[in-house]
């Protein structure tokens, strides 16, 4: 049911990460997280990987005994002084349901549940998985909790079934401490995609102070509580532009999820503020079903996973949120992009992409044909009102059905998955 991996460190300090669910979709086993980035960051911790492979969110009491008596036995025998248990997702639930069960001094719950099984239906995700869970004393992460044990929860506020569970945690752990930070559920792939993740293991580890945080990470607001708050009463993650204007339409922008954006920008267009520059928070990885306000021209229409470039030239652009309108000093920013490449089925060199930012050539890239999903950063310039603009060249851009039995025939280069501005 579940496994334990040890790492021995030379430090008081013990990190117990669980892991999260896997691919459900391919059905291929539940794996260990965190393991090079996490003894990387935090190379003197001693570290305790666990995982559930029945992906049973931890609920299961076969085995709960074993993996308690392990945790003790390891804090004993290694003379530890402070454990900190975290996970995301099902993980992060394995943390809260072990808290009750083994001596933590922190536990850190990233985008986790506050409920599985029937009590669960609100959240659309693992519906089959929650239906195979029954009622019991771990169903509720509010009757789990301990006096001794500091919490801290991280939500992603651009995440609909994140905000509601979110509510539900604060209501069982009013003196736990609230982040939120911006984009994809999976916490743990942002903060790589942002190029943090050694600054958010070494936060994390440290007891998550407010002072220290990576950034992109803030304490949660009043505003935060309020649109999670109204998306549980309402029981639904859609909001008429109507009902947005009643309940946030004085909310800033900075506040907004990227799921109320729209409404936002309804709002300016029916102040007669006409704009092609879409609102963009900062260190957000923009994926579908968000991008497609960013994509100026060159780019096909997104399907799932991401959008193909169109031609040899495409536009990334956007006004972000979080400039200062008329800043004198803008400190330097950069995009980071995510993509996959066509290649032709002889072509075996590298494929060349140029980056042009204001007229200039600010970047060229070669990418190999084995390298399937680049990461690649590039310099952006942003106007005082945060606007900014960048152009993609692609040369190489072919037509598939032209040199293959493909019965493609768009000219395309670049499948974008998204893009985050740091």
């Not at 905000?163 to 009013?174: D, G, K």
């Not at 942002?194 to 009043?222: D, V």
């Not at 946030?248 to 922008?253: N, P, V």
Request: charged share 20%; aromatic share 10%.
């Amino acid at each position: 049911m579940y496994d334990i991996k040890a790492h021995g460190g030379k430090s008081p300090l013990l990190l117990i990460a669980f892991s999260g669910v896997g691919d459900v979709a391919n059905n291929t086993e539940v794996r260990f997280e965190w393991g090079n980035s996490l003894i990387n960051a935090c190379a003197d911790a001693h570290i305790l990987f666990i995982k559930d492979n029945a992906r049973r969110w931890y609920t299961d009491e076969n085995g709960h005994q074993g993996v308690a008596d392990y945790i003790k036995g390891y804090q004993t025998e290694h003379g530890i002084e402070r454990t900190v248990a975290f996970g995301l997702s099902m993980g992060g639930y394995g943390a809260l349901v072990f808290s009750s069960l083994a001596r933590f001094d922190d536990v850190v719950a990233l985008a986790a549940r506050s409920c599985v099984g029937e009590a669960s239906q609100f959240d659309s995700r693992n519906r089959k998985l929650m239906k195979q869970l029954p009622e019991g004393p771990y169903s509720a992460i509010s009757q789990r909790l301990t006096a001794d044990t500091r919490y801290t929860f991280l939500s992603s506020l651009d995440q609909v079934n994140d905000l509601m569970h979110f509510h539900h945690h604060r209501q069982a752990c009013p003196n736990g401490r609230f982040f939120v930070t911006r984009g994809d559920h999976n916490i743990g792939n942002e903060m790589n995609m942002r190029g943090e993740m050694g600054r958010f293991l070494a936060w994390l580890s440290g007891g998550c102070s407010a002072s220290q945080a990576p950034p992109g990470i803030t304490p949660a607001t009043e505003a935060h509580f309020a649109v999670a708050r109204h998306l549980v009463r309402a029981g639904r993650g859609a909001m008429g532009f109507k009902e947005w204007q009643q309940a946030f339409g004085t909310l800033a922008e900075e506040q907004l999820p990227l799921f109320l954006l729209p409404n936002k920008v309804q709002a300016d267009i029916e102040a007669g503020l006409l704009t092609d520059y879409y609102p963009c928070p900062s260190h957000t990885f923009i994926t579908q079903p968000y991008l497609q306000p960013y994509l100026g021209a060159g780019w096909y229409t997104a399907e799932a996973g991401g959008v193909w470039s169109q031609g040899y030239w495409h536009e990334i652009k956007g006004r972000l949120l979080s400039q200062s309108e008329g800043a004198a000093e803008l400190e330097p920013r950069h995009i980071r992009l995510r993509f996959e490449l066509y290649y032709p089925p002889s072509q075996n060199e590298p494929a060349v992409i140029e980056a042009w930012n204001e007229g200039e050539r600010v970047k060229t890239m070669k990418v190999e044909r084995k390298n399937r999903f680049p990461s690649v950063v590039i310099p952006l310039s942003i106007e005082p009102d945060g606007r900014f603009s960048l152009l993609l060249k692609t040369p190489g851009a072919i037509i598939p059905a032209d040199v293959s039995d493909s019965g493609d025939t768009r000219e395309i280069a670049l499948f974008l998955k998204g893009f985050v501005v740091t």
